[in-house]
């Protein structure tokens, strides 16, 4: 039996869990993942071209690969995630209320997504490669009310928001909305989806907002070590198609990573760099 995705019959074959590296932490580096043999390497670095050979031929990939950098163009983006000398990257400031956020001149992006999706986890593992930098996770669900701004030297702020959904107030979701419309120098939001899950409501609201606020976005599917792979990959089309069919601000290639093995990590390091104007050579 064939299905739009054509996958079906892959979904019932028995594919491995992704198996975690015995030392996952050495791969926060892609120094350390280029020395990986190719098979390894590309199922961190590029997760999705690695899942793509289960899909069968009649199935669209031209969005799969908009943003397409080489090893090399990730190793160089990388640097940027690395202090040395003056590019120091540290948490900068918090901020409860909107008008308490500083006046940044550096391109910023922001991550935002519900409670639980990943999201400290993602940030953390973005960072890995900054020793002793504090993210703080909290352990209650909706209990980071606070936005928190990391400086990753003159290049950029990245901003952590609070999450939505489960027990989250409204004014929650009143200070994201307001900074997400109203931040003259954000760049992107990456708004995390639970890859193990797939889009859920407060997702969905989350999707409306960035819609109405204008500014582009991004869908990063998170726990991708969750999910077999071609469960994993029938989400990944399904959010695609989602995409293509329902929004118009979105970038049609949503990125897929695990913070527990690294996958994507490198991948969405060097999209940063991208958007933020520190990688001129990628467009
Ligand atoms: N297996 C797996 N678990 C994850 C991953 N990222 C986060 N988690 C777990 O999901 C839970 C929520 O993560 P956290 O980063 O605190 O979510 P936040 O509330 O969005 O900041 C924690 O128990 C994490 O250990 C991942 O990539 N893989
Ligand atoms: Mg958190």
Redesign the pocket.
């Known amino acids: 039996m064939k299905t739009i995705f054509g996958i079906t019959s892959l979904l019932h074959t028995r594919f491995p869990v992704w198996r975690l590296h015995r030392n996952a932490a050495s791969l926060a580096s892609i120094q350390e993942v280029m020395k990986l043999q190719e098979k390894r390497r590309g199922s961190i670095v590029f997760p999705v071209k690695d899942m793509e050979k289960l899909l069968s031929s009649d199935v669209d990939k031209t969005n799969f690969r908009l943003f397409d950098p080489t090893l090399e163009e990730i190793a160089e983006a990388e640097r940027l995630f690395r202090p040395a000398g003056k590019h120091v990257i540290d948490y900068f400031t918090s901020a409860v209320r909107l008008d308490h956020a500083p006046e940044l001149q550096q391109p910023e992006v922001c991550f935002i997504?519900r409670?639980?999706?990943?999201?400290?986890?993602l940030i953390k593992a973005l960072f890995a490669l900054v020793p002793g930098i504090e993210v703080r996770?909290s352990k209650t669900p909706g209990h980071?009310k606070k936005m928190n701004f990391f400086k990753v030297g003159k290049a950029f702020t990245l901003v952590d928001m609070p999450?939505y959904g489960y027990k989250a107030p409204e004014d929650f979701m009143e200070m994201v909305e307001g900074y997400v419309q109203e931040r003259r120098n954000l760049k992107r939001t990456f708004l995390l989806v639970d890859g193990s899950i797939g889009i859920q409501k407060a997702d969905l609201i989350a999707v409306e907002m960035c819609e109405e606020s204008g500014i582009p976005y991004v869908i990063v599917m998170?726990?991708m070590?969750?999910s077999r792979p071609a469960v994993l990959l029938t989400q990944f089309v399904q959010i695609q198609d989602f995409i293509k069919s329902q929004t118009l601000g979105c970038f049609p290639q949503p990125f897929v990573v695990?913070?527990?093995h690294f996958s994507g990590i490198h991948l969405l390091r060097c999209f940063i760099a991208q958007v933020t104007g520190n990688l001129p050579g990628i467009r």
């Not at 409670?115 to 986890?121: D, E, L, T």
């Open positions: 997504g409670s639980n999706v990943g999201k400290s986890s996770i980071t999450g998170t726990k070590d969750r695990s913070s527990l």
